[in-house]
């Protein structure tokens, strides 16, 4: 492989194209050191490299810092979300405009440590083709260290996948998984999860996950849950075959019940008293059914949100777009690259009238 030089004659890594895309959701305080850090990790990495920067309908002023940022930083793409997505479609997002022969995805708070990339490409260029960073470490409470370990063991046990264990979204992904993960039509998606469908060759490098930079984490409890819950309907039918196998074994003790009742009848032997018991069965049958309800429903969820195919994403903003072809879009695409505010409201309008009528401006 041709290797690119620094001007202090010392030899980047590559000379291929690496777009880093990067989740925006309250983390107006983090974007200007992030760009900053990964400014100077790219610089020892590759000269091609671009930065894309979903906004994820961010409630603070990370949009204009991140508009401020593009007038005079060419390298950096701004795309804002019309509403928020959520991160897994702002990852998305960001692939769907990336041009790099690698892609590495991240968020925007600085827990996903840039110094990384130098490892990942590093790996990449030795013929991997997915390298994820592995969260040996936290500095959260430990508690919630404990609720990610018993999470991730649970999830590594009963999906089909072999989702790797501590494993988030922050990875370098080759060119050929990236198209993969985006010809996936899932729209409830987990993008961790699509990656290690994709397969190919993946590795993982340890790292120690750092506080937030600024702010504090947007994700409650219930979040977490929920995610949770997500996770295991999405790359499991473990819950779906646990309701088979209790309803088996319910069966089985209801004969063996039946059984005993009817010795006890044919011996003359007294039924036995036992209210109690009876509200216990009673409450148990009850509470295995709205469990059993609960887990089925969550799956028929997924399959609500999946047959919609309500479109996504919407943009409501896009600047300095490298790409020589721009995609189609669904939304209004202000793009300042050379052009006044007014020239880019008018040809924004004139792209929206286009598409209206059925014309492209390609």
């Not at 930083?73 to 997002?93: D, W």
């Not at 039924?271 to 216990?280: I, K, N, V, W, Y």
Request: hydrophobic share 45%; with cysteine; glycine share 6%.
């Amino acid at each position: 492989m041709r290797l690119a030089v620094r001007e202090g004659g010392e030899a980047m890594l590559t000379d291929k194209m690496i777009s880093v895309v990067v989740t925006c959701y309250r983390d107006e305080g983090s974007v200007r050191e992030l760009l900053r850090r990964l400014e100077t990790v790219m610089q020892e990495v590759t000269p091609n490299w671009e930065v894309i920067y979903v906004n994820d309908a961010s409630p603070d002023q990370a949009e204009q810092v991140l508009l401020e940022e593009a007038r005079t930083n060419k390298r950096l793409t701004v795309i804002s979300h019309s509403r928020n997505f959520g991160a897994q479609v702002a990852f998305t997002t960001g692939m769907m405009q990336a041009k790099g022969d690698a892609v590495v995805i991240m968020d925007g708070d600085l827990q996903d440590p840039p110094d990384l990339i130098h490892d990942f490409v590093r790996l990449w260029i030795e013929k991997y083709d997915v390298v994820y960073g592995i969260r040996a470490e936290r500095t959260e409470g430990w508690a919630r260290n404990l609720g990610y370990k018993v999470f991730y063991r649970i999830l590594k046990r009963i999906s089909y996948l072999d989702v790797p264990v501590d494993a988030g979204e922050f990875s370098l992904m080759d060119r050929v998984v990236v198209d993969v993960i985006l010809h996936a039509e899932e729209r409830d998606r987990l993008v961790r999860g699509l990656r290690v469908h994709a397969g190919f060759r993946q590795t993982g490098v340890p790292f120690k996950r750092p506080a937030r930079f600024s702010g504090e984490s947007t994700q409650s409890l219930l979040d977490y849950v929920m995610w949770a819950f997500k996770s295991f309907t999405s790359y499991s039918l473990f819950p779906l075959r646990l309701i088979t196998v209790m309803s088996f074994l319910l069966t089985l003790v209801s004969f063996l019940f039946l059984l005993y009742f009817l010795a006890g009848y044919l011996l003359g032997l007294p039924a036995p008293p036992g209210f109690m018991s009876l509200m216990m069965i009673i409450l148990t049958l009850g509470a295995i059914i709205m469990f059993s309800l609960g887990m089925i429903g969550e799956y028929l969820g997924r399959l609500f949100l999946e047959i919609k195919q309500r479109p996504q994403p919407v943009i409501s903003r896009l600047v300095n777009d490298h790409r020589d072809h721009p995609l189609p879009w669904l939304g209004r695409v202000n793009d300042f690259r050379e052009q006044s505010p007014d020239q880019s409201t008018a040809s924004s309008l004139l792209r929206d009238g286009e598409k209206r009528d059925g014309h492209s401006s390609e």
